[in-house]
């Protein structure tokens, strides 16, 4: 047996998966514990679920914190290790150069307020549990230390890398797609663009509404986070570099995960 996995959350809203991770921690589906849920926004239904629980919570006011840096743009209150050129060689994020400067410099505040509250909370697993917020390359490498051993985790409302973004239900369903589905993926530095762990779908059938489609995307997803968090925490989720030769020649490469047995 392995020792269980301390796993941090951050949340926006209702906290459903929150809630299923909980549940699967406690019925040993996972061998883990959850040491903290945090969320960008007060009003974030989920912490009173983690609460219930007995379960550690914050809250970092992205809104508050975006709003107040828009006002008054003081350099000084960039953390003191923030190197803006250096994130932006990394990032992976659209955005012109302004809006693009303002995003890096008030996520970077936001992101230390999360780390600061985070320490107090040793995780070896952080899962993004309906947390809205595109995380960047300062918050991702302060956690991600080690080579090769990703350790934050997003699940996503659609097929990826189909409809990355906020509204993947909606944005399948308006499509016309006849099968929807969910996605657990490891962080990188892009938008919903990490190498992908596991996925579930469902078929839409004539009748299905918006509504409906949530409601059967969100049912898998109760069942595959927990399932992709126990691979974790049986450490059997290896993330390797491939390289492919395309067809007209070119080299790519991707990271993608192994399942090892
Ligand atoms: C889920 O559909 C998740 O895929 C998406 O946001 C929703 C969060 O739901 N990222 P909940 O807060 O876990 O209930």
């Known amino acids: 047996m392995t020792t269980p996995i301390r796993i941090g959350a951050l949340i926006s809203g209702t906290g459903s998966n929150l809630d299923a991770i909980m549940a699967a921690c406690e019925s040993g589906g996972i061998n883990g514990r959850v040491v903290f849920a945090g969320a960008d926004n007060p009003s974030a239904a989920g912490l009173k679920k983690a609460e219930n629980r007995g379960i550690p919570t914050f809250v970092v006011d992205y809104s ?8 008054d743009p003081d350099p000084a209150r960039l953390p003191a290790d923030f190197n803006e050129a250096d994130i932006r060689t990394r990032q992976h994020l659209a ?16 992101e230390a307020a999360l780390l600061e509250q985070m320490a107090a909370c040793p995780f070896d697993l952080l899962v993004l549990a309906g947390f809205m917020r595109n995380l960047t390359p300062y918050f991702i490498d302060r956690v ?14 659609a097929l990826l890398p189909a409809f990355a973004g906020t509204d993947g239900y909606g944005d399948t369903f308006r499509y016309g797609c006849r099968i929807g589905g969910c996605t657990v993926h490891f962080i990188d530095y892009g ?9 579930r779908c469902f078929a839409i059938k ?7 489609v949530k409601k059967k995307g969100l049912a ?6 927990p399932e ?12 390797v570099k ?12 991707r990271n993608v995960v192994r399942i090892v047995d």
């Not at 898998?220 to 986070?225: A, D, T």
Request: charged share 25%; net charge negative; glycine share 8%.
């Open 144 to 157: 991600n230390t080690e080579e090769n051993r990703p350790r934050i985790m997003n699940i996503h409302p």
């Open 191 to 199: 938008e919903d663009s990490g190498p992908i762990i596991g996925q």
């Open 64 to 71: 508050g914190i975006i709003r107040s840096y828009k006002a």
């Open 220 to 225: 898998l997803e109760w069942e595959l986070y």
């Open 95 to 110: 955005g012109d150069s302004d809006r693009l400067r303002t995003f890096l410099q008030t996520r970077a505040i936001a």
């Open 206 to 212: 004539e009748g299905d509404t918006l509504e409906t």
């Open 242 to 253: 491939m390289t492919w030769t395309l067809p007209d020649g070119k080299v790519t490469q």
């Open 228 to 239: 992709c968090i126990r691979l974790f925490a049986e450490n059997r989720l290896q993330t």
